[in-house]
Structure formats: C-alpha cells, structure tokens
C-alpha cells in the first residue's frame, strides 16, 4: 500500500476535517513521502524519540500516534525536535498524527472506546472545546464504584492517579474526557452527571468539586489516551491487511 492511501484512508475514518477550526496540531502526515510503499504501522501515544527508535526497531514503515510533533505554533527544527525528525527521515518512517479527532470519534476515539469498554447506555456527545466535541457521556446499566470502573477498564493506576469524592461512591451517571479533561468538570455539574472521568486533574477545580460533592477518577493522561490509538491499531490491521504493533511507553502521569 502507497502512504498516500494509507493517510486519505486514516483521515477519512476519523473524519480530521472536521477539526481544522478547533485543533491546530497538524492531525494527519506530519513526517514522511506520500509515495512510499508501507508494509507495517506502528501505533503509539507520542512521538518520542524512545517510541520514533522502538518502531524503527519493530521493522516499521509508519508510526501512528496521537500526540505529534506540532502544536499551533512556529518550530524551528533544532535540538530535540531535530532529532526526532532526522532520526524518523534517516530511516523511513512516516509519521501520522491524530489528536483532537481521536479524542472525539464515537466509534474510535478514546472516549468512545472507554464508553463501550463500561457499556454505558444513551451515550452522547460531551463537552466542548474551541466549538467542537471531544467527550461523551452516559449511564451504566446499574450504578458502579470507581474499582469495579477500574477494573472494567483494565487501566494501570500508580500513586500520581487522583480520585475525589469517589470512596463509598456509586456511580449511575459519567462524563468521559480522556487527557487533560479536569476542566470540564463543571459540565458535568451543569448537566447533573454523577462522575467525571479524565487523566490529569487540575488544582484550580478541587475545591469547587468538593464543595458541590462531584466526583472525579483521574486515571492517567496516558493511560486513558490509549483506548483509541489501540482501536485504530485494530482496524488497520482487520481491513487494511498492513501489519501492525503497538509501543507501550507509559509515563506515569
């Protein structure tokens, strides 16, 4: 298969045009010759120079990942970004990128795939950002505590996860916002959801969330930032036929 297919096929399932408005992260082809010939994809969270190396190593023609290398603004292309680009040209690999789409997609994306993942019921669409939607929310088939939520999803939690207002908790309703979702909290308040999922929290909404009793479980920015990348992996091997990998590189956080 040529990248040019590979990239037109990616961009169309995940519907990247949709998100030109709202994400300035370059989605689509960040690194590579569209008239390539590609065989293998590795998939990934980031493009950093431990994962550009470890698919390199694994044979691959492309590494796919959700944090790329650009993000709205100017870059020259010294130092650490040199050396990610040079290290992906010097061996042929392309790099595709996917962020905000990635996020948003109902079938693919990282919310998406959590909510199917907890078989939520009356999923929708949830929470904005910059006019366009990234979450989605809706109700368990019966009310769940934040372990069985654990559980279901199968994620690895550490000392650096966050769970507030959560312990002697049961759940019916929840809003699901992979990455650095602890702002949109507060629309889970405005719409009387039980429980915010997301990977980082953020300080500034504590106090407001324990004086309103709302929960949240922050499960990791990567580890919920996994869920659609792996769905991806999934379905380019299935219909693509291109052999695939996935590169694990967990941070912790």
């Given at each position: 298969?040529?990248?040019r297919?590979?990239?037109?096929?990616?961009?169309?399932?995940?519907?990247?045009?949709?998100?030109?408005?709202?994400?300035?992260?370059?989605?689509?082809?960040?690194?590579?010759d569209?008239?390539?010939?590609?065989?293998?994809?590795?998939?990934?969270?980031?493009?950093?120079?431990?994962?550009?190396?470890?698919?390199?190593?694994?044979?691959?023609?492309?590494?796919?990942?959700?944090?790329?290398?650009?993000?709205?603004?100017?870059?020259?292309i010294?130092?650490?970004?040199?050396?990610?680009?040079?290290?992906?040209?010097?061996?042929?690999?392309?790099?595709?990128?996917?962020?905000?789409?990635?996020?948003?997609?109902?079938?693919?994306?990282?919310?998406?795939?959590?909510?199917?993942?907890?078989?939520?019921?009356?999923?929708?669409?949830?929470?904005?950002?910059?006019?366009?939607?990234?979450?989605?929310?809706?109700?368990?088939a019966?009310?769940?505590?934040?372990?069985?939520?654990?559980?279901?999803?199968?994620?690895?939690?550490?000392?650096?996860?966050?769970?507030?207002?959560?312990?002697?908790?049961?759940?019916?309703?929840?809003g699901?916002?992979?990455?650095?979702?602890?702002?949109?909290?507060?629309?889970?308040?405005?719409?009387?959801?039980?429980?915010?999922?997301?990977?980082?929290?953020?300080?500034?909404?504590?106090?407001?969330?324990?004086?309103?009793?709302?929960?949240?479980?922050?499960?990791?920015?990567?580890?919920?930032?996994?869920?659609?990348?792996?769905?991806?992996?999934?379905?380019?091997?299935?219909?693509?036929?291109?052999?695939?990998?996935?590169?694990?590189?967990?941070?912790?956080?």
């Amino acid at each position: 298969m040529k990248l040019r297919e590979f990239v037109d096929r990616m961009s169309d399932v995940l519907e990247i045009g949709n998100f030109y408005g709202a994400d300035p992260s370059q989605n689509g082809l960040q690194v590579g010759d569209f008239n390539a010939d590609i065989r293998k994809v590795a998939f990934s969270v980031d493009a950093s120079l431990d994962t550009i190396k470890a698919a390199i190593a694994q044979k691959a023609d492309v590494l796919f990942v959700h944090h790329g290398l650009f993000w709205g603004n100017s870059q020259t292309i010294t130092g650490r970004h040199y050396e990610r680009i040079s290290t992906m040209i010097r061996n042929n690999l392309a790099l595709f990128a996917c962020h905000l789409p990635l996020d948003a997609h109902l079938t693919y994306g990282n919310n998406a795939q959590m909510a199917m993942k907890l078989n939520l019921r009356d999923i929708e669409p949830f929470a904005k950002f910059r006019g366009a939607y990234v979450g989605v929310k809706g109700r368990f088939a019966s009310p769940v505590t934040a372990q069985q939520i654990i559980e279901m999803l199968g994620v690895r939690v550490n000392d650096t996860n966050f769970a507030l207002k959560c312990r002697g908790k049961k759940f019916a309703s929840v809003g699901i916002v992979s990455g650095d979702g602890a702002g949109d909290v507060y629309t889970a308040m405005d719409e009387d959801l039980d429980l915010l999922i997301t990977g980082e929290s953020r300080y500034s909404t504590i106090n407001d969330c324990l004086e309103d009793d709302m929960s949240m479980l922050c499960l990791g920015h990567y580890e919920t930032e996994t869920f659609g990348v792996r769905a991806m992996m999934d379905l380019v091997g299935r219909e693509l036929g291109l052999q695939t990998c996935f590169i694990d590189m967990p941070l912790g956080l």
